[in-house]
């Protein structure tokens, strides 16, 4: 089974999907997307480092981390290292149908399904490597045809007993952010999720894509249905045995 690990400059190694029964209707609770005022939230200056700084915060790095992902820095002042990021996606992504022949194909021999919840992937990345790029890696490592305009990476920050989920730009750059961040994944981690827009943008979404999602819907509703009627049938089998037990004919 794939150990999650991947690389922006090394793409030929085996993944793993699993499907995952997601409802389109809600969350959990305790699990809210991240709201306008989030987005504002822990927005820090970008705060630019000499060559003597970045030497002296990646060897205070490397001293820290306790899984041995540690970071490298080159002559040209270049650093990599690695970052994990969680996909958390509540809706299905779409895949070459040889990923998961047990599904119905789509046109274009694409399928769609719901990527298991929580699912980390590590990336080894580039100081140079921005947001945009690493969503493209990710979902190339994981063979999603989506559109990846469809994608935002959130980082996720604890302070002062709170905490707060900030949608990165394009332009930034996850692993600058790492460093400066340390390696506790506590203090800065990383989620994949799709762009928050207070509705869903159906209109950014392929006509097989939303026929997938009708048959879903389909088949929640007759899930849905069939709990229902189990619950009322065993609520009148309650019924009828308190009546038989009060009601004798004489």
Known sequence: MSSGYSSLEEEESEEFFFTARTSFFGRPQGKARPGPQDDQKERETLIYLSKEEVKEKIQNYNSSVTDKLKMTLNSNGIYTGFIKVQMDLCRPITVPASMNPGKHAHNNNETAFHLSEGYVNTLHISSANTVREVIEA?????????????????????????????????????????????????MLSFVLREHETGEVMWEAFTIPELQNFLRILDKEEDEQLQILKKRYAAYRDKLEAALGGVWKPG
């Open 138 to 186: 990710l979902l190339k490592k994981f063979l999603v045809t989506d559109n990846p305009a469809k994608f935002a990476l959130y980082k996720r920050c604890h302070k002062e007993d709170q905490v707060y989920m900030c949608k990165l730009s394009d332009r930034e750059h996850p692993l600058y952010l790492r460093l400066v961040a340390g390696p506790r994944t506590e």
